[in-house]
């Protein structure tokens, strides 16, 4: 009886910093390589000139390992975009950025974050639901796919611990 190989998980050093405009190649290399409807350089220039949170994951010899950006609200965080490079998936690095985006959270006095992912994209799904996220509801036609077609967005939240009375 064969047994399925547990994930590896990242032995090296990993360092969080601010985006900033001179990460942005780095960022839209790495963006490029995951997606296959991948955000623009303009989509990430645009995020940091309106002061979105931005940060960015990289290894000791500077490689970038991932990033996010968040848009924070009233009483929410949305997740607007995070990823980890290709090669580095399935190491335990999404767990990483997603504490890191619930520890940035919490500091800001917010309790819930909120995303939307591709059904397609199980792997994402799969990690947002091991750290707690739950579906609540369904965008339809959200994002662009194959030829004219669109994909519906699968809306999740993640509750943080509870507001303070």
């Not at 940035?104 to 990690?127: D, F, K």
């Amino acid at each position: 009886m064969s047994s399925v190989p547990k994930p590896m998980r990242y032995q090296g050093q990993l360092a969080f910093a601010t985006m900033r405009v001179q990460d942005v190649e780095d960022v839209v290399r790495v963006e490029n390589d995951a997606y296959p409807f991948p955000w623009t350089r303009g989509n990430f220039l645009d995020s940091l000139a309106n002061r979105y949170a931005a940060w960015v994951l990289r290894e000791a010899d500077g490689r970038l390992a991932g990033y996010f950006l968040l848009m924070f609200a009233v009483d929410d965080v949305h997740l607007l975009n995070i990823t980890v490079r290709p090669d580095l998936q399935g190491q335990g690095i999404g767990s990483i950025l997603l504490d890191k985006v619930s520890a940035l959270a919490e500091a800001a006095g917010i309790y819930q974050i909120l995303l939307e992912v591709r059904p397609s994209n199980q792997h994402a799904l799969a990690v947002y639901r091991h750290a707690g996220f739950e579906m609540i509801g369904v965008r339809k036609k959200y994002y662009p796919a194959a030829g004219t077609t669109r994909e519906d967005a699968i809306v999740m939240r993640l509750k943080l611990a509870q507001e303070p009375a």
